[in-house]
């Protein structure tokens, strides 16, 4: 980066204060939440919202339980003047929600933004002017003495506009353009202002400092809030109010931090959405309290809505990461990670666990509006039998033995690599059914009976092999074991390390049942099948016959065997069968 040389800090460290507020780990209490997307979100949208759209954002703010909204800049526009005007008039401020208006410090703004303000009941006039070393300098060519004048000019002409409305507003003032303003100098305007209103418990002034350009990390943007909070005049009047950029990518840090530091209030707006790279996200802010056990006061559990909602409005987008409300922030592609997560999921049912405690997932999806189905673990070429086999249980009731989970999850990761996609349950379920389900070839069982003789079973299987049938018959112990014994002398199969298990497929209606059958080879390599049907021993039967037809050579063997029956056998065993 060849002109690293043109750069220098733009800050100025505060004078020496009390920092033992960097012992606290995390806020412990919510802030006054203030949204500030209706005029500094919208200020920075290519597309100003309409007035119906700032309209149905604000009742998406007010239904969040924000009580404190900045509405706009009345003096901005027309279409921001009747915004305030249509909800006066639509008597859509609630009793305990204050809207908040902006003005710059001059005489005709503010003027306008109080005619906007006719006839509301509870209002905080915000009014601010560039205090910066930069804009003293370059923009207003004004000395410190003379800047200063401006804050107090305008804070006088509030109050004065106040009382001749006969109103009860509150203010707020920002020395706007803060972190590039000499500390000591931010202390002097924000106190000469703080002299004009003379604050009272009943009617207390906010103090609002912006990061409007973020220019530092935010442990001395915070050191800059310390020194203010511990120096302000009227401090136990004054709600200090903290209002963050994201100019370095840690407008959350910076509000979290200034908590700590003595805010007492943040302005922000949803998914950081503001000038240049945004305000502090709030709902970033909210959340990380909320995953910390403190109750932020507002309400983010339906964050597809509100995604979908600020989408429309604004024309911007949700980025997949953006923590919390990304469309990925949940999900996990790669194996380990499946795996724990499935685990995590089990313990926590198992152990009915009171605190969050899942393996990479921060937060539980469900609290956000999510499922576990569509957003937590998704299969492609990176996944495992940890995945692959939660998704077939979630979505299917099919809990295969943890070995053919393994066997299963090679399949689907094959496929997904090939197409080079994602795949959905329905797709994995095909890939499941194509290679493990009722398998009939080389052998389609089409018929079998069982007889007990003696303490021994006698089974017998009509299979279809190479185009012919063929009646195949030994005996067992058990019902499996007579028919394995029928298929396996036939044919020549040797197999040792049987898996079985089977369970019901609770979610189907005609309560089928599911097996599943490994074996394995001479060569010491295992097939799998899986038989569903409602009778358990036809379900065993078609699993352990998928298991033997999937066995390395099967259709080989079954061609040079060539085993067919004659058409007497084949009409004596349909005369005895369905004795199963
Ligand atoms: C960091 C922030 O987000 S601050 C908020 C910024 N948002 C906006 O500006 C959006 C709405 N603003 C607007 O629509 C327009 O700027 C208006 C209607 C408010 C004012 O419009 P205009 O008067 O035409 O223009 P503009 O804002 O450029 O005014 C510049 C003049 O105001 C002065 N000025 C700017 N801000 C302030 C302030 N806060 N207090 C006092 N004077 C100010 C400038 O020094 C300049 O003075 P000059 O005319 O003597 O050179
Ligand atoms: C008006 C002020 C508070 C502002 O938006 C900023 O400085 O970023
Ligand atoms: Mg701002």
Redesign the pocket.
């Known amino acids: 980066m060849k002109n690293v040389e043109h750069y220098k800090k733009g800050y100025f460290m505060p004078p020496a204060v009390d920092m033992s507020w960097t012992q606290k780990e995390y806020p412990d209490k919510a802030p006054i939440w203030c949204s500030v997307d209706l005029r ?1 979100g919208n ?1 920075a949208l290519i597309i100003p919202m309409s007035l119906e759209e700032k309209i149905e954002f604000y009742k998406v703010l007010v239904g969040m339980g924000f009580k404190e909204i900045e509405v706009g ?1 009345p ?3 027309e279409t921001e003047f009747e915004f305030l005007r249509y909800l006066v008039d639509h008597d859509m401020i609630p009793d305990d929600v204050t809207v908040q208006v ?1 003005t ?3 005489e005709h ?1 503010i003027r306008k933004t109080f005619d906007a303000l006719k006839g509301v009941k509870n209002a905080i006039v915000h009014v ?3 205090t910066s070393f930069a804009q003293r300098q370059q ?2 060519r004004k000395s410190k003495e003379e800047i200063k004048q ?1 804050a107090v000019d305008g804070a006088k002409l509030l109050q004065r506009l106040t009382d001749e409305a006969g109103a009860n507003f509150r203010f707020e003032y920002s020395p ?1 353009s803060f972190t590039g303003t000499e500390p000591e100098y931010a202390l002097e305007v924000c106190n000469a202002v703080l002299d004009v209103w003379k604050p009272t418990a009943d009617r207390k002034a906010i103090i609002n400092l912006p990061s ?1 350009v973020q220019m530092s990390m935010p442990h001395v943007f915070a050191s800059q809030i310390a020194y203010m909070s511990q120096n302000l005049k009227y401090r136990d009047n004054v709600i200090l109010s903290v209002h963050p950029h994201n100019d370095r990518g840690t407008g959350v840090a910076d509000a979290e931090m200034a908590m700590l530091a003595g805010a007492d209030r943040v302005e922000g707006t949803l998914f950081g959405n503001g ?1 240049r790279t945004g305000n502090a996200d709030i709902v970033t802010i909210g959340m990380n309290m909320y995953a910390l056990g403190v109750d932020p006061g507002l309400d983010f559990s339906n964050m597809p809505k509100l995604v979908e909602t600020y989408e429309r409005v604004t024309r911007m987008h949700v980025h997949p990461r953006q923590p919390y409300a990304g469309q990925l922030v949940f999900a996990a592609f790669s194996g380990s990670h499946q795996d724990a997560i499935a685990k995590g999921m089990h313990f926590r049912q198992e152990n009915n666990e009171q605190y969050w405690t899942c393996p990479y997932l921060y937060i539980d999806p469900h609290d956000v509006g999510r499922t576990y189905d569509a957003d937590v673990i998704r299969i492609n070429s990176q996944s495992g039998k940890g995945g692959v086999g939660f998704i077939m249980e979630q979505n299917y009731g099919i809990d295969m033995p943890k070995k053919m989970r393994e066997d299963f999850s090679y399949f689907v990761k094959e496929v997904s690599d090939h197409k080079h996609q994602e795949l959905k349950p329905a797709e994995i379920y095909d890939v499941f059914q194509k290679n493990y389900l009722n398998a009939e070839t080389p052998l389609k069982v089409e018929d079998f009976s069982l007889k007990k003789k003696g303490d021994k079973w006698v089974g017998k299987v009509l299979v279809r092999a190479n185009d012919e049938e063929v009646v195949l018959e030994g005996a067992g112990n058990g019902q499996l074991n007579a028919v394995s014994n029928a298929v396996c002398k036939a044919y020549g199969i040797e197999f040792s390390n049987l898996v079985y298990s089977e369970h019901d497929l609770d979610r189907d209606s005609d309560s089928r049942g599911i097996a599943y059958f490994g074996l394995t080879d001479k060569a010491g390599h295992t097939t799998w099948g899986a038989g569903v049907d409602t009778d358990t021993i036809t379900a065993s039967i078609f699993a352990f016959m998928t298991a033997i037809n999937r066995m390395d050579g099967m259709a080989q063997r079954v061609k040079f065997r060539a085993l067919k029956s004659t058409p007497d056998t084949i009409t004596a065993f349909k005369a005895t069968s369905g004795q199963h």
Request: hydrophobic share 45%; proline share 0%.
């Open positions: 500094d200020q800049f003096a901005a526009s902006l710059q410090a001059r703004i601010y002017n560039s923009v207003f401006i706007e409007t000038e």
